[in-house]
């Protein structure tokens, strides 16, 4: 006869969660991040009390950040660990629906669990309920299921018995990895089931290593021999499967240079010889040089997104062949490109085997050094100019000037993802940027999941002043819980970046700096007091010198750190690049407009598919 222990479905639900395990030991669910309300707080707040630190919890300020915080600590553990994130019904769940949209369009992985309506529905409706006037089985959380991987709604209790299983199988699977949604009816926590045993005995959960069909491998092995002018596109897909090293190595063997994506920056150091920088919109010159004259691209672990691909009119060399290698066939297939579906690291070293000796043609070493003397320049300190506002670069290049090996780099939105993407010089996983939403406010919240799971590394927060009025508040979660990084807090007085992506595409200076918007006064907000007010130890930088010693400074702290700097919002990196398809008015406007409909007909014409 079944052994069985009676417990409701929220205790059984944490329960379950506190034995899944990893290879490498400890839970692979970390911990929840709980607010709650009344759809959670009864059931999945009493059971988590009562769990207690087998599987801990922590209030967070707001569910989108705090979800964003769950997101880094995953992406920081290379998908091999997670959170969980619960939070009433109503706005408390759809809060977390950004978040959701941005673990998934990242492929990264984090257990959801908003309350839901009651089951039974008999005080339909309830506080916070959405009522759909057609369909009866609707509820606010039906909003998550476009942007999650795996989605359910508990209406049983015995109905986790499956559900718990498929959403570790999904948040575990390299292939599918992504958030998951378990909607949790509100009754439905609080009842009382009798479940087996058997069901809560500890479980390791493994990564999987899909191999390649050893026939793709051999067409690429041909293709790479048959090459002139080979390139590498190092995607976020190394990092995950752990092939940082074996790229290199790859690259090296065969005389490969690689470009790293936003996703795939800081897999290898910059000081690698043949890593030529970054491709596309925020490329590198002398990267998109070879990716312009290249005769096959080889992705590996990216979704060559349109700023890697500049808007697929990068790859210039009418004779160039795309090939992906990659996990999902999706992704792998994009554009005509010739697939490897596998793992990348598998991959990598079943290629190198079947090339042999063989060497490409070497790259341009001297245009890789011409464009960091062009780096050091855009991003060194500036001189005689007393009054001037700092450039986005010279900001940069003060945290490079004082980084070390132990220091990481993160971002989200604005300005500062695509100047550091061309800019920064990264130690080996040095860099953390979120650019498949690049969702504003991600950026403090992430620097906090950063921190909790990289705790031996100096995280610095590049985030400007729009983005942190958007979402800040787990700033002082991280002071409550005394987890220590540095923000760089860069004030341009409005949105910058699309100030000048609205100037490149013909339009007027509008509604994104506060100075072109509908406002009786300018803003007059102390960005120093507002951080001191939550507990961070902040000030504001006078200079760049200034602002070098200040983060160097930080490092001593057992809290955050804000350091403001004003900043000018009109220049660009004045290095690198490459166009970037925004759709600019076909009709009407003033000449401005017509500039920039001649510069997208131009631009446009490269845009091809591969064949």
Known sequence: ??????????????????????????????????????GNVAGLGEALHGI???????????????????????????????MAVTSSIGPGATNMVTAAALAHVNRLPVLLIPGDVFANRRPDPVLQQVEDFDDGTVTANDAFRPVVRYFDRITRPEQLLTALPRALAVMTDPTNCGPVCLAFCQDVQAEAYDYPEGFFEAKIWRIRRPLPDPREVEELTGLIRAARKPVLISGGGVI?????????????????????????????????????GSPGVTGSECGNALASEADLVIGVGTRFQDFTTGSWALFKNGARKLVSINLHGYDATKHGAIGVVGDAKVALEQ??????????????????????????????????????????????GAVQRVATDKTVVMCAAGTMPGALHVLWQAAAGGYHMEYGYSCMGYEVAGALGIALAAPDKEVVC?????????????????????????????????????????????????????????????????FVAHARSMGAHAEKATSIADLEARIV?????????????????VPGTGAGGHWWDVAVPEAGGPERLEKARERHAVNSRFQRTFD
């Open 351 to 396: 290629l190198s085997a079947l090339l042999g000796d063989h060497k490409a043609q070497a790259p341009d070493v001297a245009s890789r050094a011409a464009w960091h003397a062009k780096v050091k320049a855009v991003t060194a300190a500036p001189e005689g100019m007393a009054n001037v506002l700092p450039t986005d670069a010279q900001v940069i």
């Open 553 to 569: 400074a930080a490092r001593g702290r057992t809290k955050p750190t804000v350091i403001l700097i004003d900043t000018d919002p």
């Open 52 to 82: 207690g630190t087998a599987l801990p919890t922590w209030r967070g300020q707001n569910e989108q950040t705090m979800a964003h915080t769950a997101i880094a600590y995953a992406k920081t553990m290379k998908r091999r660990k997670a």
């Open 240 to 276: 995950y499967s752990g092939a940082e090293a074996t790229l290199a190595a790859f690259a090296a063997k065969h005389n490969i240079a690689f470009l790293e994506t936003q996703a795939g920056k800081g897999a290898n150091a910059w000081t690698d010889p043949l890593n030529f």
């Open 462 to 526: 590049f985030v400007g002043d729009g983005s942190y009025m958007m979402a800040n508040s787990e700033l002082a979660t991280a002071v409550m819980r005394r987890v220590p990084f540095t923000v760089v807090l860069t004030d341009n007085r409005g949105y910058g970046c699309i100030n000048r992506l609205q100037i490149e595409t013909g339009g007027a200076e509008f509604n994104n700096l506060y100075k072109d918007c509908a406002i009786e006064a300018g803003p007059e907000i102390d």
């Open 1 to 38: 006869m079944t052994r069985t222990i009676r417990l409701t479905a929220a205790q059984a639900m944490v329960r379950w969660l506190s034995v899944q395990m990893t290879e490498e030991g400890g839970r692979f669910i970390e911990g929840v991040w709980a607010i709650f309300g009344h």
